[in-house]
């Protein structure tokens, strides 16, 4: 399933949406990582909402995942997505360190033979919860795949 399908199945809690190109020769560059952090910031709205990884070479859908959540007094709280993008992927099993997107997208790119990433952003409506929309994206993902995208490790 694509992006512009998976979209589909959201387009009544979207607000509006844009994608970021990184290149492999950009982020693997000396300097590379910070150039990644600097795009992001960049071209990131400090807002709530969900994120796509696409493959630009195949169109395959690496990951869907969300930044923000609404806490029981109905506040968003938590990261925009633009520090979700720039934040720690989990520990290093073998050094305990934490893993920064920059890096997890590095060696995701480099392990898939990956020569550009798109970074699908989609701000949603006020008022629609990040969680939801992520789960409408992966049940939709899975529905047509009969498994996850290859990096959402469970939902």
């Known amino acids: 399933m694509n992006v512009l399908k998976l979209k589909e199945t959201i387009v009544n809690l979207k607000d509006h949406d844009y994608a970021i190109q990184i290149p ?12 990644y952090n600097r795009i992001i910031r960049n071209s990131v709205a400090d807002l709530v909402g969900i994120y796509l990884w696409e493959n630009a070479d195949n169109n395959e859908v ?3 995942g969300m930044a923000g959540k609404v806490n029981q ?4 709280v938590n990261h925009s997505l633009r520090s ?25 790119m ?10 699908h952003i989609i701000h949603l409506q006020n008022g629609q919860i990040p969680g939801y929309a992520e789960a ?14 290859k990096y959402n490790s469970a939902f």
């Open 24 to 35: 492999f020769a950009t982020i693997s560059a000396n300097g590379g990582l910070k150039d």
């Open 62 to 64: 690496f990951y869907i």
């Open 73 to 76: 007094q109905g506040q968003l």
């Open 84 to 108: 979700r993008l720039q934040a720690s992927r989990g520990k290093d099993p073998a050094t305990g360190r934490d893993v920064l997107s920059n890096q997890y997208i590095l060696n995701l």
């Open 110 to 119: 480099a392990q898939e033979n990956c020569s550009q990433l798109n970074i």
């Open 136 to 149: 409408v994206l992966l049940n939709a993902f899975y529905q047509r795949n009969g498994l996850l995208p």
